[in-house]
């Protein structure tokens, strides 16, 4: 396991060669040529409607349907569903890339009337078909997986140079979303909280980030007594990672805050084994969504300065564990009661919060997997969005919009307040017996104060069932590119 390399996608992606050309050529073995559900069927594939339909292909989103030929490349017609759009573009080169699972090298034919602009379509294209391709192969003694090497996108009658430029821009976010996928695949015996630590000093020097990190002693001396609480239990060193991402005259300053339980069993307050506790290793995809997406921040160009804080321990039983009752004194001063230790991510955020805050950004955005109530809320698809400053929302929901990782904004209903009042303490960890993600949404705003402040609870996202589009089965990455395309069109809110 000593060879173990934590994110294999990083290079992976970095060595994918793409190129752009105005009729098919080059090295691909298979051509994918999109077909929408209605309307004319390329002339390309050399099939009437009714033929493709008699061998069960109607163009619906995420059907394909290979065409052997006895020589040259492999056609697949992909289906596009009604229109061709951003989002429909992206699912639908992701399921190519799929379906054309053995070729390394593979070619996708857009249509000469692209009804959406050329950068565009060149940066979903390498998205959909990087992400549409991801494994997480690293822990098998051999990989099953065709690594996907060359990508051709035929544009004919497009601006050529305009399409590269938005295929470089979509390899820099698939990267960024393919290394969060391999950060929150990785067990949490593989990537506890030092060796997070360990791995952004790593893409800090190679990515023009300053990393700074802050081990056990160094939170004691900060007074980060919530973080501290939760470590409490752990047999490793709990880790507070800053990154910071300073361009020469930033125009604004944009903090990114993420829980990073490396692993959520519940701590005293211990999860019972029902099967979605196996995934608690992913309770670090906030963190690890900020670490990507910082990760790109220059190659994209970004012109505003981003602070990242990962905070990072697993939550864990133990003789030394926290207590129901205990009361930790936060980074701010503020004491909580802790009634339950299974209500972790809160008590870690509040003291990277409260950091954040200390350097006056104008804006923090924290991101966590932080409760079951907003999965069973809003289920897989949507992101709860919770904020104190309709404008910094309006920004992350124009983010979400761009990176299709959908957000829902949902109330932060001041009338909840009192149900997180403590007997002893300023505060306690729970709330009542329903709007659980309301309340730790409240609980988190306490530590934001004044400052414009945004939440996005991640627990239903963090991880997709059943394969679709370019979401393969497992750890989906979410907010890795919300968060890229944040910092990319950020503005003082
Ligand atoms: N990490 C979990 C939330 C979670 C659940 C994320 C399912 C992804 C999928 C969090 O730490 C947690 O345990 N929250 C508790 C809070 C409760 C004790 C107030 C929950 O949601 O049950
Ligand atoms: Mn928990
Ligand atoms: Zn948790």
Not at 113 to 137: C, F, K, N, S, W
Not at 267 to 282: E, F, I, R, T, V
Not at 465 to 488: M, V
Request: glycine share 10%; proline share 5%; aromatic share 4%.
């Amino acid at each position: 396991m000593s060879t173990f390399d934590p994110i294999p996608s990083d290079a992976r992606v970095r060595a994918l060669t793409i190129e752009v050309v105005g009729e098919p050529g080059g090295p691909a073995t298979v051509l994918g040529v999109l077909v929408t559900s209605e309307g004319e069927v390329p002339a390309e594939l050399g099939l009437s409607r009714e033929a493709l339909e008699r061998a069960g292909f109607s163009g619906k989103a995420d059907q394909t349907l290979v065409l052997p030929r006895p020589e040259g490349t492999t056609l697949v017609a992909v289906g596009l569903g009604e229109r061709l759009d951003a989002d429909s573009l992206r699912e639908a080169a992701g399921a190519f890339a799929r379906a054309a699972g053995k070729d390394a090298a593979i070619a996708l034919a857009l249509p000469e009337d692209l009804p959406i602009d050329a950068a565009t379509a060149g940066q979903v294209v390498v998205e959909g078909a990087v992400l549409g391709r991801y494994h997480y192969e690293v822990l098998r003694s051999s990989s099953r997986a065709t690594v996907l090497e060359h990508v051709t996108i035929v544009a004919p009658g497009q601006d050529l140079e305009a399409v590269r430029r938005g295929a470089e821009r979509g390899r820099s976010l698939a990267r960024a979303t393919s290394v969060a996928r391999d950060l929150s695949n990785a067990p949490g015996s593989l990537l506890d909280a030092p060796a997070i630590a360990d791995l952004a000093v790593r893409i800090g020097a190679e990515c023009g980030l300053e990393v700074e990190v802050f081990d056990k002693a160094a939170l004691e001396e900060m007074g980060c007594g919530a973080l501290l609480g939760v470590n409490r239990g752990s047999a490793d060193e709990p880790r507070l990672v800053k990154i910071s991402y300073r361009p020469e005259g930033a125009r604004a300053h944009l903090a990114l805050v993420g829980k990073g339980i490396t692993y959520d069993s519940g701590g005293l307050s211990l999860k019972p084994s029902n099967p979605s506790h196996q995934q608690m290793k992913m309770d670090m995809t906030g963190a690890g969504s900020i670490l990507a997406a910082m990760s790109v921040l220059g190659e994209l160009g970004v012109e505003v300065a981003v602070t990242g804080y990962l905070a990072c321990t697993d939550n864990m039983p133990d003789a030394r564990a926290q207590k129901l009752g205990d009361v930790a004194v936060s980074r701010s001063g503020r004491t909580i009661e802790v009634l339950n230790t299974d209500a972790e991510g809160r008590l870690v955020m509040v003291d990277a919060i409260a950091l954040a805050v200390e350097e006056e950004p104008d804006a923090v955005v924290d991101i966590a997997t932080l409760t079951g109530a907003c999965l069973m809320a809003l289920g897989p698809l949507s992101a709860g969005l919770w904020a104190n400053h309709e404008g910094l929302a309006e920004q992350v929901k124009a983010a979400a919009g761009a990176s299709a990782e959908s957000v829902w904004h949902m109330p932060l209903d001041r009338r909840y307040r009192k149900y997180l009042d403590s007997e002893i303490a300023d505060v306690k960890n729970i709330g009542f017996d329903s709007a659980g993600a309301i309340t730790a949404a409240l609980f988190l705003a306490e530590w934001a104060g004044q400052t414009p402040w945004a939440h996005l609870d991640i627990a239903g996202p963090m991880r997709w069932e059943s394969t679709e589009g370019y979401r393969p089965k497992g750890a989906s990455g979410f907010g890795a590119r919300l968060l890229a395309e944040l910092a990319a069109g950020f503005r003082k809110p």
